[in-house]
C-alpha cells in the first residue's frame, strides 16, 4: 500500500480561480460562521444546470459506508479539528475512509480538508473503490498533492506529480470538477491556491494493485470513469495521524 490547515478571529477571503474559470471568492479560515454543509448539491462548474445529486453530509456518518483498513477506531464525526462549522468527519490515518454512490460520474465536489500528513478523496470509482484520487500531502518532496488511480478503498497508486508546497493543520478548500474527459482541482488555503488538471499528471504505479512497494514504473493518467462511487481515505500514516472534512457538498 501507498504509504500513502489556527484560530483567526474572522474568516479570511481568499480570492480563487473557480474550476468553472470564472473569477471568485471562498471563504477561509479558522472560526466565525460558515455555510453549512448541504445534502444536496446542483450540477455546476462545466456541467450546467444538471440534475440535484443527494449527498451525505461531513457532520454525520449517516449515508456513509464506512470501514477501515487496519486495527484502529474507524470514521468518526467531532469538532477537534477546529472548523468554523463544528462537527467534522474524521479520518485517523489507519486506512479509514467512508463511500457513497452519486449515481453520476460528472460532478462537482467542494469540501474543506485539514491532514496532518495525507488523505485522499476518491472519484469515479466503483463500489469497490476502483478508480482515482485526489490527493492532499503536506509532508513536501517527494511526496505530492495530484491525482492518482485507485484500486480499492484500501489499495492505490500515489502522485509522481503536483504540489508539495500544501501546508500541514491548515484548512484547504478543494473543488473536485468532473467532466466526461477530464477532472480539474482548484485549492485555496491561506496565503496560497492553486488549480491542477488530471489529464497528463504522473502515477507512481505500486504493487501488487497498490498494496506492497512502488514498482518503479510511472504513467501518465488519462481519465476514465470507472463508476459513480467517491469517498475520503485517512490513508496509511498510522492511527494518530489526523485528518478532518468539512463543508461536504
Known sequence: MAPSPSARSAWQRVPMLLAAGLAGAVLLGGCGSAAPASKTAAGHGTHGAAAAVKLPTSTSLKGWTTGVGGKGAGPSIDATGGHPSGAALKLPGDDSYVWADTGKSMHT?????????????????????????????????????????????????????????????????????????????????????????MNGQKDTVYSPQGGGAPTGKIIPLAYKPRGTAFGF?????????????????
Not at 233 to 249: E, I, R
Open 109 to 197: 465536489f467542494s469540501y474543506d480538508m485539514k491532514t496532518q500528513g495525507l488523505a485522499d478523496f476518491f472519484f469515479s470509482s466503483s463500489r469497490t473503490g476502483k478508480g482515482y484520487l485526489f490527493r492532499i500531502d503536506t509532508r513536501g518532496k517527494p511526496n505530492y498533492t495530484g491525482f492518482a488511480q485507485t484500486y480499492a478503498w484500501t489499495a492505490w497508486d500515489a502522485p509522481d506529480a503536483g504540489l508539495t508546497t500544501v501546508p500541514k493543520n491548515t484548512w484547504v478548500h478543494v473543488v473536485i470538477d468532473i467532466t466526461k474527459t477530464d477532472a480539474t482541482a482548484a485549492l485555496t488555503w491561506q496565503g496560497g491556491h492553486a488549480k491542477l488538471k
Open 233 to 249: 481515505q485517512g490513508d496509511g500514516l498510522g492511527p494518530t495521524s489526523y485528518t478532518w472534512v468539512a463543508n461536504f457538498k
